[in-house]
C-alpha cells in the first residue's frame, strides 16, 4: 500500500491497469551518499511504524531526531474501514491522512523507500542513495498487495465498466458499493485467496454487507429463489481460521443460502469468467455478473531478499519477544514480520508495547522483560448493524476481551461491537493509536 502510492505518481504516463501493477512501485529520485545516524531507525509509517515510533517517543528515553522514521508514501490509511466503504458507510476520503502530518515533529522522518538491509553494518540505505545507521533497527513496512499474480485482475479492477472489484484498494474500495448497488441479478462471486493476506476475515465482511444491502433491496431471499446468486470461493478449507467462529460463520452461510466453494483459489479472470484452481489440481470456471475478488499479497522484495527474511520473506522474529533470531539490535512488528497470527491492527496494539518494552530493556543491556501472545482481532460484520468480534491468540485460541469482561459469547453478532468497528475504532485509531497512546484491549495509555 505504502509503495504503491508512490507507483501511483510514477505511473502516470502508463496504462492504468500499471497502476495495479506490483512492478511499478518504484521511482526514481536523485542518488546522494550522505549518511546519518540515529538510536532507533523505524522503516514503516503504517499503523506498526507510527504506534511503535509513537511509544518509543513518550518513553521519555529519546531526544529530538533520536529516532527516525521511513517511508515513501504521502499518504496513510486506516485500512480497516475499506470494508466500511466497500458497505457503503464510509467516505474513503474520511480515512486519508497526510503521513508527513502523522509523525511528531521530534521524530525525523525520511520520505523514502528502503532500498537495501545491511545488518551486518547497522545500517540501511535509502532509494535515493542515503545511508541511515542505528543502534536499534524496526521493520514494519507492511506486506503487498500483488494484483498481478491472478490474471486479468489488473486490467479487470482498472476498467470503470467492468465487474470486478476489490476493497483491498483505495482505488477500488468505493468501485465495490457503487457495483453492489447497481447489481440486481445473476451471480455474485465474493473470493479470498490461498496464502498470505492482510485481516483474513475481510473477503468475508465484503460479502455479508452486500448480501445484506440486496435483501433489504428484496433483490435477495435466502429462503426463495431470487434473481441474484451468491458464492464464496475461498482457497482455505474453512471459513475462518479459528474452530468457534468458523461454525458460527459457515452456519450463517447455510442460513443465508451462500454457495461455499473451499479450496477454489482464485487463478484468472477472463471477461465474465472466473477461472479458480481446485485442491484436486483441476479447474473450475464460473461465470460471473460481480466479482469482488482479493487479490494476493506478499512481502515486499527489499524485506524478502534481504538477510532479515525467513524463507517466506517475512522479518524472523521471535514470536514473544519480537526480536530478530539473528540480529540482537533489530525487531519487527504487524504485517511485514514472521509472528504467526493474523495481520491486523488490532493485533498491532498488543505487539507494540511489548516491542517497546523489549526494546528499551535492551538499550539498557538487559534480557526482554515482555512477551506477545499472539493477540489478534477482526470485527466480522455479519450484516449492516451487526458485527461478530473475533478475538483469539497463538494457537488459534480465543481470548475474549468482552467475553470476560461481561461473560457474553463474542460469536454472536452485536449491535455493540458494531458501533465499535464503525464508529470508535476509526476514532482512536486516528486520535491515540498512530500517537502511541492506544494499548488495544488494555485501553489508553499514558
Ligand atoms: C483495536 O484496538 C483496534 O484498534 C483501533 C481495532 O481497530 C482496527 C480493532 O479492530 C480491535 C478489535 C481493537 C481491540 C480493542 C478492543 C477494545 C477489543
Request: hydrophobic content about 40%.
Amino acid at each position: 500500500m505504502v509503495l504503491r502510492i508512490v507507483a501511483k505518481s510514477a505511473a502516470r504516463a502508463q496504462p492504468a491497469a500499471a497502476l495495479f501493477s506490483s512492478s511499478a512501485t518504484r521511482t526514481l529520485a536523485t542518488v546522494s551518499s550522505a549518511s546519518s545516524s540515529h538510536k532507533v531507525v523505524v522503516v514503516g509509517g503504517g499503523a506498526g511504524g507510527l504506534s511503535v515510533s509513537h511509544q518509543l517517543l513518550r518513553s521519555g528515553k529519546y531526544t529530538q531526531d533520536d529516532i527516525a522514521v521511513v517511508d515513501p508514501a504521502a499518504f496513510h490509511h486506516y485500512q480497516p474501514g475499506w470494508t466500511l466503504v466497500g458497505g457503503g458507510l464510509k467516505n474513503k476520503d474520511d480515512l486519508k491522512m497526510s503521513l508527513p502530518e502523522l509523525v511528531d515533529s521530534k521524530l525525523k522522518f525520511y520520505n523514502n523507500g528502503v532500498e537495501t538491509f545491511s545488518p551486518d553494518n547497522n545500517s540501511v540505505q535509502l532509494s535515493d542513495g542515503r545511508t541511515l545507521n542505528y543502534e536499534h533497527l524496526i521493520v514494519s513496512p507492511g506486506i503487498q498487495i500483488k494484483y498481478d499474480a491472478i490474471k486479468g485482475l489488473p486490467e479487470a479492477l482498472a476498467d470503470p465498466s467492468s465487474a470486478v472489484t476489490t476493497i483491498y484498494g483505495y482505488d477500488t474500495c468505493d468501485k465495490t458499493f457503487r457495483l453492489i448497488e447497481q447489481f440486481k441479478k445473476g451471480k455474485a462471486i465474493f473470493t479470498q485467496p490461498a496464502g498470505m493476506i492482510k485481516c483474513a476475515g475481510a473477503p468475508q465482511k465484503a460479502l455479508w454487507l452486500a448480501l445484506d444491502h440486496w435483501k433489504k433491496a428484496g433483490l435477495y431471499n435466502p429462503s426463495s429463489p431470487s434473481d441474484i446468486q451468491i458464492s464464496f470461493a475461498t482457497g482455505l478449507p474453512v471459513m475462518f481460521g479459528v474452530k468457534k467462529y468458523s461454525e458460527k460463520l459457515n452456519q450463517l452461510r447455510e442460513e443465508r443460502g451462500v454457495e461455499g466453494l473451499f479450496q477454489h483459489d482464485l487463478v484468472e479472470i477472463d471477461g465474465d469468467k472466473a477461472i479458480f484452481a481446485k485442491a484436486d489440481g483441476s479447474k473450475l470456471t464460473e461465470q460471473f455478473g460481480l466479482l469482488h475478488a482479493v487479490p494476493k499479497m506478499g512481502p515486499y522484495a527489499f524485506v524478502a531478499k534481504s538477510p532479515l527474511a525467513d524463507a517466506a520473506g517475512l522479518v524472523d522474529v521471535d514470536k514473544a519477544t519480537l526480536r530478530h533470531q539473528k540480529y540482537a539490535n533489530v525487531w519487527s512488528l504487524g504485517d511485514a514480520s514472521s509472528l504467526p497470527t493474523s495481520k491486523t491492527a488490532a493485533a498491532i496494539t498488543a505487539q507494540t508495547p511489548v516491542l517497546v518494552a523489549n526494546l528499551l530493556s535492551a538499550s539498557e543491556g538487559k534480557d526482554a522483560v515482555a512477551a506477545y501472545d499472539g493477540y489478534a482481532s477482526c470485527p466480522l460484520t455479519t450484516e449492516y448493524g451487526k458485527v461478530l468480534l473475533a478475538e483469539f491468540k497463538y494457537d488459534l485460541i480465543p481470548k475474549e476481551t468482552f467475553g470476560k469482561l461481561l461473560g457474553i459469547d463474542q460469536a454472536v453478532p452485536r449491535r455493540a461491537f458494531y458501533h465499535l468497528k464503525k464508529d470508535f475504532f476509526p476514532w482512536v485509531y486516528k486520535n491515540h493509536m498512530v500517537k502511541g497512546t492506544w494499548g488495544g484491549p488494555k485501553g489508553f495509555l499514558r
